[in-house]
């Protein structure tokens, strides 16, 4: 089993839409959890970066962290065509390395 | 440079060769780390610089591979008796630093295709 799971959707949403995207994990030392969004054929690029439990807000994007649970997850509200994309959590307990979930893909429709 | 920069952008090679992957990190960050990304999947952890050391080579899957950064700055990677296995993307993200955060910036990655 991996230390981070992710459903692979693919997700598909109509314009507008609010989309809830969620990971589940194992490793209870991990302490910073990270949303990115990856275009085809492009690399990673950070949205959101939380700290241990709780939320966080940046415009249309919501993270949520629940330790308890092992379980984090990434709201898009206004959902636009431009956030078509793949999104992957990841996540690390200290210095060094982060541990990605496999993706899920997002369609929004026009 | 504004970013990561990752050189070539896509490598084909035959089984058995010995490929070079090139990174170029943001200027002024100390970290840099390579992961592999194959299709359908996250990246998968590589190995990571604080500086000019290998702070943790953990991910590399063999004594095959093998990266540098003798300067603190670029970094190669280095694949040696490529096998078709080894085709994947090959990301490079640096970090001001490697306390805490996970701010990763990544490059738009090597696309390495041994046949």
């Known amino acids: 089993q991996k230390e981070v799971e992710q459903d692979p959707g693919p997700l598909s949403v109509p314009e507008g839409a609010i989309v809830s995207l969620n990971c589940t994990y194992s490793n209870s030392a991990f302490q910073y959890f990270m949303w990115y969004r990856q275009y085809s054929r492009k690399g990673p690029e950070l949205l959101m970066y939380?700290?241990?439990?709780g939320n966080k807000e940046d415009g249309r994007f919501t993270a949520q962290v629940d330790k308890s649970s092992k379980y984090i997850s990434l709201f898009i509200r206004d959902s636009q065509p431009s956030d078509s994309a793949t999104y992957l959590c990841a996540m690390s307990h200290n210095a060094g390395k982060s541990t990605f979930g496999d993706g899920t893909t997002l369609t929004v429709k026009p | 440079g504004a970013g990561v920069s990752q050189t070539p952008s896509n490598k084909v090679t035959e089984k058995g060769k010995y490929v070079e992957l090139r990174c170029d990190p943001i200027s002024g960050h100390t970290a840099l780390y390579w992961y592999r990304q194959s299709l359908g999947q996250g990246p998968e952890f590589l190995i990571y610089?604080?500086?000019?050391?290998?702070?943790?080579d953990s991910g590399l899957p063999n004594d095959r591979f093998f990266a540098v950064r003798p300067e603190g700055s670029v970094s190669t990677l280095k694949i040696q008796r490529t096998e078709r296995g080894d085709s994947a993307v090959y990301l490079c993200?640096?970090?001001?630093?490697?306390?805490?955060?996970?701010?990763?910036?990544f490059g738009e990655g090597s696309r390495l295709t041994v046949l």
């Open positions: 939380t700290y241990s439990s």
């Open positions: 993200a640096s970090s001001l630093n490697a306390q805490g955060s996970g701010e990763l910036f």
């Open positions: 610089f604080q500086g000019t050391g290998a702070a943790d």
